[in-house]
């Protein structure tokens, strides 16, 4: 158990509809960071949070968004959903960024898949 | 942009062979760090290398970071059945906060 926690952990949506991913880090951690697995592929990064903060943007589509909040739990916000947006999400923490090259501890992911 | 290559994409071995993998990225990098997924599982860390020239050991892994910190090694020494799953680097390019996953290589170990 890494202390990562997400919610849910499978959900099934049709196209177009609107969904919410939910991460808590860490006991301390201060950031927040989501990926994109799809299936067979490797690790996307999509957006890093820290201390409430946005510190880094990857390939993140504009239909989705992300926040994390004062107790520093993080959400991802996936809209307008397309097939190609199934996949496994996963999000990870650190105490602190990743410029000192701290160890991300991930959580199990939430599986969307879009019918 | 950043990109790091990992090869192979896939390797089968025969349970007791030894087993490598290369992780190259396009820039010098501040660190980088291998992370195990076994198969339904989510990424665990295994080790961060810093140094140019590094070199760390984990029982039968052995890990490598290059004299221009441009790539990096992962060797399994004879492999066993647990080893089973996909492994990646990730890196963080110096003045930036993207940590960057390779694109893996996941392992076969057959009995």
């Known amino acids: 158990d890494s202390g990562v926690t997400q919610t849910p952990k499978h959900l099934i949506t049709a196209t177009g509809q609107r969904v919410t991913l939910r991460c808590s880090p860490r006991?301390?951690?201060?950031?927040v960071y989501w990926y994109q697995q799809s299936l067979d592929q490797g690790l996307q990064f999509l957006i890093q949070?820290?201390?409430?903060?946005?510190?880094a943007k990857g390939n993140i589509l504009e239909r989705f968004s992300a926040q994390q909040f004062p107790d520093l739990h993080s959400e991802l916000n996936l809209s307008s959903l397309e097939l190609g947006d199934s996949a496994l999400y996963f999000c990870?923490?650190?105490?602190?960024?990743?410029?000192?090259?701290?160890?991300?501890?991930f959580g199990e992911g939430s599986w969307l898949t879009v019918v | 942009g950043q990109q790091v290559m990992q090869i192979p994409q896939y390797q089968h071995v025969q349970e007791g062979e030894d087993f490598t993998t290369y992780c190259n990225s396009s820039?010098?990098?501040?660190?980088i760090q291998w992370y195990k997924q076994r198969p339904g599982g989510h990424p665990v860390f295994l080790i961060q290398?810093?140094?140019?020239?590094e070199v760390k050991k984990q029982k039968r892994l052995t890990f490598q970071f290059g004299e221009a910190k441009k790539n990096s090694s992962l060797h399994i020494t004879a492999t066993q059945t647990t080893d089973v799953g996909t492994y990646f680097c990730?890196?963080?390019?110096?003045?930036?906060?993207?940590?960057?996953f390779g694109t893996g290589t996941r392992l076969k170990v057959l009995a």
């Open positions: 990870a923490s650190s105490v602190v960024g990743t410029g000192s090259g701290n160890t991300i501890y």
């Open positions: 006991s301390g951690d201060l950031s």
């Open positions: 949070y820290y201390n409430g903060e946005e510190r």
């Open positions: 820039t010098t990098l501040s660190n």
């Open positions: 290398l810093v140094k140019s020239g």
């Open positions: 990730a890196v963080v390019t110096s003045g930036t906060y993207k940590y960057i």
